[in-house]
């Protein structure tokens, strides 16, 4: 496995013979577990023997707002680079911001407020400008045909498919399932800030989406009370819920009132702090009939 840091060095390694074909992508902040593997193993798997899997291993500043943590984000490249070798990784794209940033980045990309300022966007400001700008600089700098994206960070997964569907940009986005521990909670490179007990507690928020999809699967249809209940339910359990929220998979709008067919496949998000920690999780839901 080539580990590389540069753009230059990257674009020769990968794309030095005329018949070179576009490589698979899987970009990351490190720091990972085996959700990230998995990634790995279907960019392998969707491209076949021969074709170059790339991951990138970059913590982004520009997603991550003044008061969140940046400067104590999990930094773990030597163990990164072992697993992601035993995964079918080729290449690892490591820069230093210097390589990705050499100027103020004054040139932004700005998703549309309608997919990217509600939920995640709402918590956190300019959090999508920043992640489809380095997604942007990353897809410039890997050429890849095909890249992955996991779901649970489902509305990153469908902001970034509109990006690359408005910019016309020539690369293939598959969506990878969430990965969970045997408890059901979702595999996260922040499950390491957790304490022990609050590691036993975290499921609850899983647990919270599964009772919200059973009663929308079992007829009920106020979804702002389900979403209400939800939230009041972490609430109780010592939580700091930013959002429980329904939604239709498509483009994150509100489900009809009385739900139905036309909306098509459902999702309930949610956000939620756990002492210092922030967890996200998200579950799909089927149409309604």
Same mark, same amino acid.
């Given at each position: 496995?080539?580990?590389?840091?540069?753009?230059?060095?990257?674009?020769?390694?990968?794309?030095?013979?005329?018949?070179? $074909?576009?490589?698979?992508?899987?970009?990351?902040? =490190?720091?990972?577990?085996?959700?990230?593997?998995?990634?790995?193993?279907?960019?392998? $798997?969707?491209?076949?023997?021969?074709?170059?899997?790339?991951?990138?291993?970059?913590?982004?500043?520009?997603?991550? =707002?003044?008061?969140?943590?940046?400067?104590?984000?999990?930094?773990?490249? #030597?163990?990164?680079?072992?697993?992601?070798?035993?995964?079918?990784?080729?290449?690892?794209?490591?820069?230093?911001?210097?390589?990705?940033?050499? #100027?103020?980045?004054?040139?932004?990309?700005?998703?549309?407020?309608?997919?990217?300022?509600?939920? #995640?966007?709402?918590?956190?400001?300019?959090?999508?400008? =920043?992640?489809?700008?380095?997604?942007?600089?990353?897809?410039?700098?890997? +050429?890849?045909?095909?890249?992955?994206?996991?779901?649970?960070?489902? +509305?990153?997964?469908?902001?970034?498919?509109?990006?690359?569907?408005?910019? !016309?940009?020539?690369?293939?986005?598959?969506?990878?399932?969430?990965?969970?521990?045997?408890?059901?909670?979702?595999?996260?490179?922040?499950?390491?800030?957790?304490? $022990?007990?609050?590691?036993?507690?975290?499921? $609850?928020?899983?647990?919270?989406?599964? !009772?919200?999809?059973?009663?929308? +699967?079992?007829?009920?249809?106020?979804?702002?009370?389900?979403?209400?209940?939800?939230?009041?339910?972490?609430?109780?359990?010592?939580?700091?819920?930013?959002?429980?929220?329904?939604?239709?998979?498509?483009?994150?709008?509100?489900?009809?009132?009385? =739900?139905?067919?036309?909306?098509?496949?459902?999702?309930?998000?949610?956000?939620?702090?756990?002492?210092?920690?922030?967890?996200?999780?998200?579950?799909?839901?089927?149409?309604?009939?």
């Amino acid at each position: 496995m080539l580990v590389v840091r540069t753009i230059p060095a990257l674009r020769q390694a990968l794309h030095s013979g005329a018949a070179a $074909a576009a490589p698979a992508f899987v970009p990351t902040m =490190g720091n990972l577990h085996e959700g990230h593997l998995a990634l790995v193993r279907q960019a392998r $798997a969707a491209v076949g023997p021969g074709v170059p899997v790339v991951a990138s291993i970059f913590v982004n500043r520009l997603q991550f =707002g003044p008061q969140e943590d940046f400067d104590r984000y999990p930094r773990t490249f #030597e163990r990164d680079c072992e697993l992601l070798q035993g995964a079918g990784c080729d290449v690892v794209f490591a820069p230093d911001e210097a390589e990705l940033y050499p #100027e103020p980045q004054t040139v932004k990309v700005q998703p549309p407020a309608a997919l990217a300022d509600v939920l #995640e966007g709402a918590f956190r400001p300019g959090f999508f400008v =920043g992640v489809c700008t380095v997604v942007l600089k990353l897809f410039n700098a890997v +050429q890849p045909g095909v890249a992955v994206f996991g779901k649970k960070d489902m +509305q990153q997964l469908l902001v970034v498919r509109h990006m690359v569907r408005q910019l !016309a940009l020539p690369v293939q986005v598959l969506a990878g399932e969430t990965a969970r521990a045997e408890d059901g909670l979702a595999l996260s490179s922040r499950n390491g800030y957790l304490s $022990a007990e609050e590691r036993a507690e975290a499921p $609850a928020l899983v647990q919270a989406l599964r !009772a919200l999809a059973a009663a929308v +699967q079992a007829g009920r249809r106020d979804f702002a009370a389900l979403e209400a209940e939800a939230q009041q339910a972490l609430l109780s359990r010592g939580w700091a819920p930013d959002y429980v929220a329904l939604r239709r998979q498509a483009d994150l709008g509100l489900p009809q009132a009385a =739900g139905g067919a036309s909306d098509g496949p459902l999702v309930v998000l949610a956000a939620a702090r756990l002492g210092r920690t922030r967890l996200i999780d998200n579950l799909e839901l089927p149409a309604l009939s």
